[in-house]
């Protein structure tokens, strides 16, 4: 039988810095010590998944913003509107919903936030195909962002720690790389959806939308199921519903792989019941308490957002501006470069558990990084097609996606769990705010100018960033494969440290 008759939770009065009450819990090596199994595929599918929903989003958008701009859309609005001050909308959405539902999600728990969150993007993205003109558009893109930002914070946090230790990287790089799948999807779609001959000029793009509300139904659905994070549970004084979600887990998992679990070797952790965490809290923790961390979450944000919102938001007009590839035939390149930023998270994923997270971290930015000065020095020289083009960006974003999913995987790991939602949060919003806000509009205005200097002069700061962001990360980089949370991070009400 597996080892968990006796319950994990104990209570005592012993706290030495007053009366509170303290939990004595083994929960995490519980956690960290279950094989893989059906179980976590729910938990995967669940939550996961929603990364393809903002893969949609964003592509469909990218594609479709000359068809919106043209007469008879049913939406008065131009490309460089739509390229431009949408997607900075989008973005500062994301940044704005990712601090405010972070926030709730670590004192409100991770369930109703990953439930809430869906529900806020579900509602924007109907509403988005019903407008009108270009302030509605703008205002429906903004609260779109602002329910999948809040998702950023929600699911990382429930999916890092729900899944075990020695197999966190893999997971969580490829969940976050499933951006990609969406990305695809939205690519191809938008092929059929700019056909004329099938779908008129204001109806097409309209669909568009209505696709990223069936897959949040469907979504939503199968997240019902998911349970709330057990470590979340325990530290806000609800032992005994941790207990439960773990218990049930164990026997779940036991049941079918139809072998005995293997047993407990991890340390229990005492942990005292607090209130929920101001905001000058999580400040003083995130900064005062993990100054390099910090530095190091800031420099991989900041570097990937810039690179991947410029190219998300700018790449059709890359191939149509200097390629003269017809608007309708953008999506076939991007699906292209979609599969390869798949592709990264997904054939390296497991390094990152086995060389470990430093090396293939710095790897895989400064290789972009590399590549991308490579891809720059030959568009300069006009050396290259739109299907030279395409095949150089996807090389480079084969490794920088491997490496942009690391950037969530490294702040969800190593911040206190009361901390985790918040600053993932925090990473996200001012990292995408600085690199993803200002990456759209530095980068289309220079493609947008149709000189091959200007152009060449993007690529080569995203190559900068990406270059510069590998370098922090090989010096002052975590080695967190393999180790619990709770290690890498000792809660912040735990009574006794964790082991370093």
């Not at 439930?115 to 009108?132: E, F, G, H």
């Not at 903004?142 to 890092?160: K, L, P, R, V, W």
């Not at 905001?279 to 810039?306: D, E, H, K, N, S």
């Not at 009361?418 to 990292?431: K, L």
Request: glycine fraction near 12%; charge should be neutral.
């Amino acid at each position: 039988m597996a080892d968990h008759a006796k319950p994990s939770a104990p209570r005592t009065p012993a706290d030495p810095a007053g009366g509170s009450l303290v939990v004595e819990t083994d929960v995490p090596a519980r956690l960290d010590r279950l094989p893989w199994s059906r179980w976590h595929w729910r938990i995967v599918i669940g939550l996961g998944t929603v990364w393809i929903l903002d893969g949609l989003e964003v592509t469909i958008v990218g594609n479709m913003a000359a068809r919106l701009a043209q007469p008879g859309s049913g939406i008065s609005i131009t490309t460089a509107q739509v390229t431009t001050v949408a997607a900075a909308t989008y973005v500062a959405g994301a940044c704005s919903g990712a601090l405010f539902f972070g926030w709730l999600t670590d004192r409100l728990g991770r369930k109703k936030l990953f439930m809430l969150t869906l529900a806020v993007y579900l509602a924007a993205t109907a509403i988005t195909s019903l407008s009108w003109t270009a302030w509605f558009f703008f205002l429906c893109r903004f609260f779109t962002g602002f329910g999948i930002g809040g998702e950023y914070a929600a699911i990382n946090s429930a999916i890092d720690e729900l899944i075990p230790a020695r197999v966190r990287g893999r997971i969580d790089l490829i969940i976050n790389g499933s951006f990609w799948v969406g990305a695809a999807i939205g690519a191809f779609a938008s092929v059929a959806l700019l056909d004329t001959s099938l779908f008129a000029t204001d109806v097409g793009w309209r669909l568009a939308f209505g696709m990223g509300v069936v897959l949040g139904l469907a979504i939503l659905l199968v997240r019902r199921h998911v349970p709330e994070s057990p470590r979340w549970l325990f530290t806000h004084g609800r032992a005994e519903e941790a207990e439960t979600v773990v218990a049930g887990a164990e026997e779940i998992v036991e049941r079918e792989t139809g072998r005995p679990l293997p047993p407990v070797t991890g340390k229990p952790i005492r942990i005292r019941e607090r209130g929920p965490l101001g905001f000058v809290t999580l400040a003083r923790t995130v900064i005062r308490r993990y100054p390099r961390r910090t530095v190091l979450g800031l420099a991989l944000f900041i570097g990937q957002a810039f690179l991947y919102n410029s190219v998300t938001f700018g790449y059709a007009v890359i191939l149509t501006t200097y390629f003269d590839v017809p608007e309708g035939d953008t999506g076939y390149y991007f699906a292209v470069i979609a599969v390869g930023n798949f592709l990264g998270p997904l054939l390296l994923g497991h390094l990152f558990d086995s060389v470990g997270r430093v090396p293939m971290i710095a790897g895989t930015y400064i290789g972009s990084g590399l590549l991308l000065f490579g891809t720059a020095a030959l568009f300069q020289r006009g050396a290259l097609s739109a299907t030279g083009m395409t095949a150089c960006w996807t090389a480079v974003l084969f490794l920088a996606s491997a490496g942009a999913s690391a950037a969530y995987l490294t702040v969800s790991e190593i911040f206190p769990l009361e901390t985790r939602a918040m600053s993932i949060a925090f990473f996200y919003a001012v990292g995408t705010a600085v690199g993803g806000i200002s990456g759209p509009l530095l980068f289309n205005g220079l493609v947008s100018s149709g000189k091959v200097s200007q152009t060449t002069l993007a690529f080569c700061i995203g190559a900068a960033l990406m270059t510069a962001a590998g370098l922090v990360e090989a010096a002052i980089g975590i080695r967190a494969e393999g180790r619990s949370l709770e290690s890498l991070a000792t809660p912040l009400s735990a009574v006794e440290p964790a082991e370093r």
